[in-house]
Nanobody, 121 residues
């Protein structure tokens, strides 16, 4: 499975961005999908996950209520709507495909190349 993330950019605090991840080359609807992020000097951390059918989601406490993950299996895409962005959300965001809904980085097998999100104060 190849994953291509897009939609990052520079936004002011309080603003919104929508990240998208397009999948190709595999059975997209068979995979749980996740978004992770990595800030400079920090470990890559879980942001949000969604089950293969889209019926279950999971969020990091730091983004709960502000971010929404969704997927469209007919288009092989997963999205992350990010609202009320904060400077601490600044990071490279990665989409990933793996097993059942998980918050664990090692449960994800396929990774996209990452897209930069910068939130200015």
């Amino acid at each position: 499975v190849q994953l291509q993330a897009s939609g990052g950019g520079l936004v002011q605090a309080g603003g919104s961005l929508r990240l998208s991840c397009a999948a190709s080359g595999g059975s997209f609807s068979s995979y749980g999908m996740g978004w992770f992020r990595q800030a400079p000097g920090k470990e890559r951390e879980f942001v949000a996950g969604i089950s293969w059918g889209g019926g279950r989601t999971n969020y990091a406490d730091s983004v709960k209520g502000r971010f929404t993950i969704s997927r469209d299996n007919s288009k092989n895409t997963v999205s992350l709507q990010m609202n009320s962005l904060k400077p601490e959300d600044t990071a490279v965001y990665y989409c990933a495909a793996g097993g059942p809904l998980s918050r664990v980085r090692n449960d994800y097998v396929y990774w996209g190349q990452g897209t930069q999100v910068t939130v200015s104060s």
